[in-house]
């Protein structure tokens, strides 16, 4: 088993401890670690971001970094725990379009996602891929469009669970070309490629950093990105834009936070700490072989752009008209 792929990875341990001092320490060195929760399973693509940054992480924390997958409920399982925990900085934890998704595709919520955190900085995007296993006899957004088209509701399609952005995208691909598929909700993204691969679902939206490795093996076949621009970690993938749907584009981001009421102090520790992260060379390097594109925000920013982001993919979610329990 890959120790990278397991639920729980202690990572990042103190500068002093490894004789670096090329990032700045924003704690006293200390044996407590700082617990960051992934509300998603183990491989997707926030989880691939946050090990190949939890090493810098522990650096500029100056203390040891744990990342733990809580995965469930489209994310609110994992949340859930960040909001309960004490607000003194040593439990935040890492969210994707999910967060500001849940409000708009659940009933009933168990915290407020815009009210019930403490944003600390949207860190980035990561580009998403429309893939298909490799006995689907497509190669592009054409002959996918016609296989479906041919044969309506004789294809599935996978997602990492009922509302999320993998779910959504795959939605708006459907709808904006006009085809339909058979929805095939999984609990994470680690569970759906496996799939995938084994040809159960026929096809689906990923983070390309978690499947970049079965694309260039062949295990999966890359259809088109989901976003506006092709990836420089995979400059020869076409976007499915411009692909014949000009209007499509989506892409996963991924962001930083912590409980409701964290103190001044401890949302600048935390920022400072991810933005020195992020900004080293070893980190820079990986996401940039990734293809992720990093530009930490502001505490300030962050606030503003999960309210317009909730308010965007409540128009998607009302299209979809995609209703949870």
Same mark, same amino acid.
């Given at each position: 088993?890959?120790?990278?792929?397991?639920?729980?990875?202690?990572?990042?341990?103190?500068?002093?401890?490894?004789?670096?001092?090329?990032?700045?320490?924003?704690?006293?060195?200390?044996?407590?670690?700082?617990?960051?929760?992934?509300?998603?399973? &183990?491989? #997707? @693509?926030?989880? *691939? $971001?946050?090990?190949? +940054?939890?090493?810098?992480?522990?650096?500029?924390? !100056?203390?040891?970094?744990?990342?733990?997958?809580?995965?469930?409920?489209?994310?609110?399982?994992?949340?859930?725990?960040?909001?309960?925990?004490?607000?003194?900085?040593?439990?935040?934890?890492?969210?994707?379009?999910?967060?500001?998704?849940?409000?708009?595709?659940?009933?009933?919520?168990?915290?407020?996602?815009?009210?019930?955190?403490?944003?600390?900085?949207?860190?980035?995007?990561?580009?998403?891929?429309?893939?298909?296993?490799?006995?689907?006899?497509?190669?592009?957004?054409?002959?996918?469009?016609?296989?479906?088209?041919?044969?309506?509701?004789?294809?599935?399609? &996978?997602? #990492? @669970?009922?509302? *999320? $952005?993998?779910?959504? +995208?795959?939605?708006?691909?459907?709808?904006?070309? !006009?085809?339909?598929?058979?929805?095939?909700?999984?609990?994470?993204?680690?569970?759906?490629?496996?799939?995938?691969?084994?040809?159960?679902?026929?096809?689906?939206?990923?983070?390309?950093?978690?499947?970049?490795?079965?694309?260039?093996?062949?295990?999966?076949?890359?259809?088109?990105?989901?976003?506006?621009?092709?990836?420089?970690?995979?400059?020869?993938?076409?976007?499915?834009?411009?692909?014949?749907?000009?209007?499509?584009?989506?892409?996963?981001?991924?962001?930083?936070?912590?409980?409701?009421?964290?103190?001044?102090?401890?949302?600048?520790?935390?920022?400072?700490?991810?933005?020195?992260?992020?900004?080293?060379?070893?980190?820079?390097?990986?996401?940039?072989?990734?293809?992720?594109?990093?530009?930490?925000?502001?505490?300030?920013?962050?606030?503003?752009?999960?309210?317009?982001?909730?308010?965007?993919?409540?128009?998607?979610?009302?299209?979809?008209?995609?209703?949870?329990?």
């Amino acid at each position: 088993m890959n120790p990278t792929l397991s639920r729980r990875t202690v990572l990042g341990l103190g500068a002093s401890a490894l004789g670096l001092s090329a990032i700045p320490v924003f704690a006293q060195g200390t044996d407590k670690p700082v617990r960051i929760v992934l509300p998603i399973s &183990a491989g #997707s @693509g926030v989880d *691939t $971001i946050a090990r190949a +940054a939890a090493p810098a992480l522990g650096k500029a924390f !100056g203390q040891p970094v744990v990342i733990e997958n809580l995965p469930g409920a489209g994310g609110l399982t994992g949340t859930s725990v960040v909001v309960k925990a004490a607000p003194d900085g040593m439990t935040l934890g890492m969210v994707s379009n999910n967060h500001v998704i849940n409000p708009s595709v659940y009933k009933k919520m168990p915290f407020d996602a815009i009210d019930d955190i403490t944003p600390i900085s949207v860190v980035g995007a990561t580009p998403l891929v429309l893939l298909v296993n490799p006995k689907v006899p497509a190669r592009n957004v054409k002959e996918l469009v016609a296989l479906l088209k041919a044969k309506p509701d004789g294809y599935n399609y &996978a997602s #990492s @669970g009922n509302g *999320t $952005i993998i779910h959504l +995208a795959g939605e708006m691909f459907l709808d904006e070309a !006009g085809v339909k598929a058979r929805h095939i909700p999984y609990k994470g993204t680690g569970p759906m490629v496996i799939d995938m691969i084994a040809g159960q679902v026929e096809m689906g939206v990923v983070a390309l950093p978690a499947v970049q490795q079965h694309i260039k093996s062949g295990a999966l076949r890359a259809i088109g990105l989901c976003g506006s621009a092709r990836s420089p970690a995979a400059p020869e993938i076409p976007t499915i834009a411009e692909q014949g749907l000009p209007n499509y584009s989506v892409e996963g981001w991924f962001a930083v936070i912590g409980p409701a009421k964290l103190p001044a102090a401890e949302v600048k520790r935390a920022h400072d700490a991810v933005v020195a992260a992020f900004s080293s060379a070893e980190v820079q390097e990986a996401m940039a072989k990734q293809g992720n594109i990093i530009k930490p925000s502001t505490p300030e920013d962050a606030a503003t752009y999960f309210r317009s982001e909730a308010a965007r993919y409540a128009a998607l979610v009302k299209k979809a008209n995609v209703t949870l329990e």
